[in-house]
């Protein structure tokens, strides 16, 4: 019965006994870029992806190719560790204020390995459950204004993803999650690979991450709605 208290209040339903627990949503963090403590040194071969660089007497962190290892989780090296979910990234405005509270969301799987489905699926949930804010999947694109995709383009998803996006009514905006949809990831260089989503479609959001939190994929449908403050401050520039 204890178990059955616990899982209600953290959210988390399974777990080792007596292992360490995070609240439901909340990430280990990603690493932050860090100012070099005196005497302390970056090896080189500790980033499996090359995305860790010395930059101006700091250790600049490239989001767009982490994946997420925690190789460099202190104390394996001097990189210090972030834990907030405002992992989004956007470069076109918000949708305008009339779709703050209701916008339909269509998702498309362009090659994903199961992670970043994985963690969208977390937020239709009861634990996120994305409805309570008027966020819906759509069964169409012909009906959504949003357009999530997770996965290196594939050379077989291309030309869906082009008819996907062409099918959706304006306005819209597309979501590119994890760091596959964003560049084709650890994927990139294979040939049953295209790339990122905007080797395909205009991108108006980027997530990084391998794959991303469920609260860093909200905060993005946050900036596309307007309602989360760095949006606003796209949209007014
Ligand atoms: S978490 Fe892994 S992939 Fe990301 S910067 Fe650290 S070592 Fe590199
Ligand atoms: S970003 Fe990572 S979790 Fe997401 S599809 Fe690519 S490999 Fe899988």
């Given at each position: 019965m204890p178990w059955f208290w616990e899982g209600l209040k953290s959210g988390v339903r399974t777990l080792r006994p007596r292992a360490p627990r995070l609240p439901a949503?909340?990430?280990?963090g990603r690493p932050a870029t860090t100012a070099v403590p005196a005497g302390a040194s970056l090896?080189?071969?500790?980033c499996p992806v090359g995305a860790l660089a010395p930059q101006d007497g700091a250790i600049a962190v490239d989001f767009d190719h982490c994946i997420h290892c925690m190789r460099c989780r202190p104390p394996a090296s001097p990189v210090q560790w972030q834990d907030d979910y405002r992992w989004a990234l956007a470069a076109a405005p918000p949708?305008?204020?009339?779709f703050q509270r209701s916008i339909h969301v269509r998702i498309l799987d362009a090659g994903d390995c199961g992670g970043c489905l994985s963690e969208l699926r977390q937020l239709f949930?009861?634990?996120?459950?994305l409805h309570r804010y008027g966020i819906y999947v759509s069964p169409t694109p012909r009906d959504a204004d949003v357009l999530l995709v997770v996965g290196p383009v594939t050379v077989g998803m291309r030309v869906a993803l082009e008819e996907t996006y062409a099918a959706m009514p304006d306005p819209k905006r597309v979501v590119a999650v994890g760091v596959c949809a964003l560049n084709?990831?650890?994927?990139?260089?294979?040939?049953a690979v295209v790339g990122g989503a905007s080797r395909v479609v205009p991108v108006d959001v980027t997530v990084p991450g391998c794959p991303p939190p469920p609260l860093a994929i909200l905060h993005a449908l946050e900036l596309v709605t307007g309602s989360s403050r760095e949006a606003r401050e796209v949209g007014d520039s």
């Open positions: 949503g909340v990430t280990p090896d080189p071969e500790l949708l305008p204020p009339r949930g009861p634990v996120y459950s084709g990831g650890l994927f990139a260089d294979s040939f």
